[in-house]
């Protein structure tokens, strides 16, 4: 059975990709720091009839994070999908004269080095496979800086390099890296299915090989 690992998964969107996945037969890997909320959303996707386990880890301790992903390969089966979506600090949406260095480097490695380490974690036994996806879930500070989110300006292009680097060296190999760009809150997108239709797309981004970025809408129609 393939297996999605969410990282950052919540209520939201996390609990929309987890039911998209789970239609299609994937199990679910759902990782973020409360371990008490991941298991109510498990127990509320399995009362649906789908297979789901929660997994404490904190993006920025990367010991945690790997050995989150470890414990979720062991018990549900190799990850075939990784979706890389935590929800930054709002500390990290600060004007850029209230930038210190020390929060700067925070949000780096809550973006980028987050990502390299989660997909040197699962990386391995996707290309054993030939096959699987990594999914990067943005706002649109990763690809038009503002001044007044500065954290989120300075980390996610940082994400978004490492992301289409890593789209480049993996597409022959049979493992498509993706970023969707959603620029503003979903709510307010007013999407004709709201956040299922962005479940949907991220499905759609799994499944079929493509550009490294896709914008959810144009970036001038968004808030962020």
Do not use: C
């Amino acid at each position: 059975m393939p297996v999605i690992a969410i990282i950052g998964a919540g209520p939201g969107l996390g609990a929309a990709v987890a039911r998209r996945f789970g239609r299609e037969g994937f199990s679910i890997a759902l990782i973020s720091r409360n371990q008490s909320k991941l298991d109510a959303m498990a127990a509320e996707l399995e009362a649906s009839g789908l297979t789901a386990r929660g997994y404490a880890a904190d993006v920025l301790e990367p010991a945690s994070l790997e050995a989150a992903l470890a414990r979720a390969a062991a018990e549900l089966g190799s990850i075939t999908t990784l979706q890389y979506s935590p929800l930054p600090s709002r500390e990290y949406l600060k004007p850029v004269l209230d930038m210190t260095p020390e929060l700067a480097l925070e949000a780096l490695r809550f973006s980028a080095l987050g990502l390299l380490h989660a997909v040197r974690t699962v990386l391995p036994a996707m290309r054993q496979a030939g096959e699987g996806s990594v999914i990067l879930i943005n706002g649109g500070t990763s690809v038009k800086a503002r001044a007044d989110f500065a954290g989120t300006s300075l980390a996610f292009p940082a994400e978004s390099a490492l992301g289409e680097m890593l789209h480049d060296s993996l597409k022959a190999e049979g493992i498509r890296v993706r970023q969707l760009v959603i620029p503003g809150g979903i709510p307010k997108l007013k999407l004709v299915n709201g956040i299922d239709d962005v479940a949907d797309r991220i499905w759609s981004l799994h499944a079929v090989a493509g550009p490294f970025r896709t914008m959810l809408i144009p970036l001038e129609d968004g808030r962020e």
